[in-house]
C-alpha cells in the first residue's frame, strides 16, 4: 500500500501566487486532514474531512481552501500566497469514529516557501 | 482549549541508557493519545497510541504511560539506540461527546540524540 501520498515535495512561491497541494490515500479512510509545521513547533490543523463532500475548519484556516469529491482525495488550495504561509504541510488519514482502534497516517510531507 | 506540552524539548543522551520523555495537557477529556517520531524531513510515523481507558501500551523497547486525571502521558525508551535520534511528538485526540473529532492536538516534541 501506498498510504497517504503528498506532491509536490517542496515548491517556492511568490508572494500572490497561488497553488494547490495533492494529497491522496489508498486505504479507503473517511477522515482526512491537513496539518501545517512551523520551525520549533508541533502541527496545527488547518482543514479536516470526515468524508466526501464534508470539510470543515480546523485551528489555523485562513488564507487556504479545501474540497473533498472523492474519498481518496483530499486537496489544499493556496490563494494569494504569502510569506506567513511558508511552512511544512502535512496531509494524514485515519479511519472513522466507532471502528474501534484507529491510528493515523501521514504523509511525507510539502515544504513551502513564499518569498 | 486543551494544550499539550513536551518537557524536555531536546534531550542528549549515551547509548544504551533508559530515558523518559514527558507530555502533559490540560484537558482530560481525550479520546485517546499517540506518540509520533519524526525524522528530519520526514513525516510522522505512529509509534503508540493509547485509547483513554487504557493505562498503558507496549511495542518493543517502548512502553508509554496514560493518567488522564493528572493529565500526563510519559514515553519510556529502553536500551536507547542511535538509530532511535529523532523528535518525539505527542499528541491528544480530543473527545468530542463520547466519540471523536478526530483532531489531534500536537506538542511542540522533544529532540532526542542518542551518542554511540
Known amino acids: 500500500n501506498a498510504g497517504v501520498t503528498q506532491t509536490p515535495k517542496f515548491r517556492i512561491l511568490k508572494i500572490g501566487q497561488s497553488m494547490t497541494l495533492q494529497c491522496t490515500q489508498d486505504m479507503n479512510h473517511n477522515y482526512m486532514y491537513w496539518y501545517r509545521q512551523d520551525p520549533g513547533m508541533g502541527l496545527k490543523l488547518i482543514y479536516y474531512s470526515v468524508g466526501a463532500g464534508i470539510t470543515d475548519k480546523g485551528e489555523v484556516p485562513n488564507g487556504y481552501n479545501v474540497s473533498r469529491s472523492t474519498t481518496e482525495d483530499f486537496p489544499l488550495r493556496l490563494e494569494l500566497a504569502a510569506p506567513s504561509q511558508t511552512s511544512v504541510y502535512f496531509c494524514a488519514s485515519s479511519r472513522g469514529r466507532g ?3 484507529y491510528g493515523y497516517t501521514f ?4 515544504r513551502l516557501t513564499v518569498v | 482549549k486543551q494544550e499539550v506540552t513536551q518537557i524536555p524539548a531536546a534531550l542528549s543522551v549515551p547509548e544504551g541508557e533508559n530515558l523518559v520523555l ?5 484537558d482530560s477529556a481525550i479520546y485517546n ?7 528530519p524531513g520526514k513525516g ?3 509509534l503508540l497510541l493509547i485509547q483513554s481507558s487504557q493505562r498503558e501500551q507496549t511495542s518493543g523497547r517502548l512502553n508509554a504511560s496514560l493518567d488522564k486525571s493528572s493529565g500526563r502521558s510519559t514515553l519510556y525508551i529502553a536500551a536507547s539506540q542511535p538509530g532511535d535520534s529523532a523528535t518525539y511528538l505527542c499528541a491528544v485526540d480530543v473527545d468530542d461527546y463520547g466519540g471523536s ?3 489531534l492536538i500536537f506538542g511542540k516534541g522533544t529532540k532526542l540524540s542518542v551518542k554511540p
Open chain 2, 33 to 39: 493519545l499517540q506518540w509520533f517520531r519524526q525524522d
Open chain 2, 44 to 46: 510522522l510515523t505512529s
Open chain 2, 22 to 26: 514527558n507530555c502533559s495537557f490540560t
Open chain 2, 101 to 103: 473529532q478526530g483532531n
Open chain 1, 99 to 101: 471502528t474501534g482502534f
Open chain 1, 107 to 110: 504523509g511525507s510531507g510539502t
